[in-house]
């Protein structure tokens, strides 16, 4: 139940992946990548299919071979989210993928080749409306650039997404968007901040090669929110070395922490000490796993004592405080009902549920009578 985002973003060109919109006013796009053999299609099906449902707006996948690019076809045929082919040094497996539908190319220009190359992906991308990324990424810099800069730096990220922007601008095709991807933290936040100043096209987040899923979390939420808060950013890919499911997951959290985005429930939780009328930790652990399933846009506290708990439980739709002998339930801000700690997490469960569901229920109503 919180106001808007404060956040004023910066204005970029919209390009459209498949029929997800980005830049421009819509919403930050969030994506991920599948790590399944991309020739072994019902797993990397049953992969894109779990992201879906985890909530992602697109999906990449490597095709690192024409074997994988034929794949790559039967793939797109059985899935519903826009697909987007990463392509490295074979420009003409990119050409391969462009016939058979691919809803963006990545490509990183730094190992495609010589640009009569770059030009025959360029012209099959314009004549089927298909954008392109151009993802610069500062472990795979030109070598030109390595032997200039001697080393990855913000200014050689944007001088080599710089010179392939270029590339495109001669060439006439407007429909692209650009990464300039690091693991430093400071290296890819200098980079994107560089690059928004120099081009009007849609920017694609990311912390590169970030690392587990607590590492790399981290890492990411530090380098993406400095940038989402200043308004840059219209896609987004947390690098996790873990279930791809789990970058949607953490993407959204970073952006639901911002009010960028509004998907499934945001838990207020406490962290727990020894005032605590109930098991916090328990509890919270519970019901994230219980309620992954829903959607719906709600806010959540659960906090274990009357310190803080009446105070952040009236600003949620669902509000639990602990207290003695019962703990206080409050809903939209009221308090409601009192509960006991004997199967607190199975009513907890049903009560958000149940306000899920109303809450559902209202916002279609608004959309019929609009």
């Excluded at 796009?29 to 072994?40: G, L, R």
């Excluded at 605590?276 to 806010?299: A, I």
């Excluded at 009221?334 to 569901?357: C, G, S």
Aim: glycine share 8%; proline share 5%; net charge neutral.
């Amino acid at each position: 139940m919180h106001s808007e985002s404060p956040i004023k973003r910066r204005v970029s060109r919209k390009i459209w992946v498949g029929n997800v919109p980005v830049g421009g006013d819509a919403p930050i796009a969030v994506q991920s990548m599948t790590n399944t053999e991309t020739c072994d299609v019902d797993a990397t099906v049953a992969q894109i299919q779990r992201l879906e449902n985890a909530g992602a707006d697109i999906v990449r996948v490597s095709v690192p071979s024409m074997e994988a690019a034929e794949a790559f076809g039967q793939i797109k045929k059985r899935v519903r989210l826009p697909l987007v082919a990463d392509i490295h040094f074979d420009y003409q497996i990119a050409l391969r993928v462009a016939e058979l539908g691919v809803d963006c190319l990545r490509i990183n220009p730094g190992n495609i080749g010589r640009e009569d190359r770059v030009k025959a992906v360029v012209e099959a991308a314009r004549e089927r409306g298909i954008p392109i990324r151009i993802g610069v990424n500062a472990g795979s810099l030109e070598k030109d650039l390595q032997k200039k800069y001697g080393e990855p730096t913000p200014e050689a990220l944007l001088e080599s997404a710089m010179r392939h922007v270029e590339h495109l601008d001669r060439l006439n095709f407007p429909d692209f968007k650009v990464s300039v991807k690091a693991s430093d933290v400071f290296m890819a936040v200098a980079a994107y901040r560089l690059l928004a100043r120099q081009i009007e096209q849609p920017l694609h987040l990311g912390i590169t090669e970030a690392g587990g899923l607590r590492s790399g979390t981290v890492k990411s939420a530090v380098g993406l929110g400095m940038l989402l808060a200043e308004g840059i950013g219209d896609t987004i890919r947390i690098s996790l070395a873990a279930d791809p499911v789990e970058e949607i997951k953490v993407g959204f959290d970073i952006l639901k922490s911002l009010r960028l985005r509004s998907r499934g429930i945001n838990f207020i939780a406490c962290p727990s000490c020894s005032r605590q009328n109930f098991d916090v930790v328990k509890t919270m652990n519970e019901l994230e796993g219980r309620l992954d399933d829903l959607l719906v846009p709600m806010d959540v506290a659960v906090i274990g004592c009357v310190v803080n708990g009446p105070g952040e439980a009236k600003e949620a739709h669902v509000g639990l405080t602990g207290g003695t002998p019962n703990n206080l339930i409050y809903i939209d801000g009221k308090p409601a009902q009192k509960l006991t700690n004997e199967n607190l997490v199975d009513e907890l469960e049903q009560l958000i549920r149940q306000k899920a569901a109303e809450k559902a229920q209202a916002e279609s109503a608004l959309i019929i009578r609009s």
